[in-house]
C-alpha cells in the first residue's frame, strides 16, 4: 500500500501557475502509476493527467493539453503537476492517484490509492 499526500494548491489569478506535489509514502512509489484527478463544484470528477511507473508514457486530458505537466521523481517518491495558464474553469480540488498498474491510465475506476486533495481556485 502507499499513501499519498498533495501539497500546492492555492488561489491564483487567470493566467498564473501552480506546481501540485504529492508525496508518497512508502519504499513502492516506483510500482506504481501514478495519476491527477480533479473535482470541480457540481461537477463529477475527471481524469487530468498520468504517467506511467516508468516515466515513459503520459496521458492529458484534452483541455489542459499544453498547459499542465506531470511528471515523478521516484528519488523523491513524488509526483507533480506543473500547472500553466490556469483558467477559471480549472478551478477544482485536484486529487492524486496511484494504480498498481505499470501503464497510465485515465479511468479513475483502475486507481486504488488517493490522496486527501488539495484546493485550485483560479480567479480574475
Known amino acids: 500500500q502507499v499513501q499519498l499526500v498533495e501539497s500546492g494548491g492555492g488561489s491564483v489569478q487567470i493566467g498564473g501557475s501552480l506546481r501540485l506535489s504529492c508525496a508518497a509514502s512508502g519504499r513502492t512509489f516506483s510500482t506504481y502509476g501514478m495519476g491527477w484527478f480533479r473535482r470541480a463544484p457540481g461537477k463529477e470528477r475527471e481524469f487530468v493527467a498520468s504517467i506511467s511507473r516508468s516515466g515513459d508514457t503520459t496521458n492529458y486530458e484534452n483541455t489542459v493539453k499544453g498547459r499542465f505537466t506531470i511528471s515523478r521523481d521516484t528519488a523523491k517518491n513524488t509526483q507533480y503537476l506543473q500547472m500553466n495558464s490556469l483558467k477559471p474553469e480549472d478551478t477544482a480540488v485536484y486529487y492524486c492517484?496511484?494504480?498498481?498498474?505499470?501503464?497510465?491510465?485515465?479511468?479513475?475506476?483502475?486507481?486504488?490509492?488517493w490522496g486527501q486533495g488539495t484546493q485550485v481556485t483560479v480567479s480574475s
Open positions: 492517484a496511484a494504480t498498481p498498474l505499470s501503464w497510465a491510465p485515465i479511468s479513475h475506476t483502475l486507481y486504488t490509492n
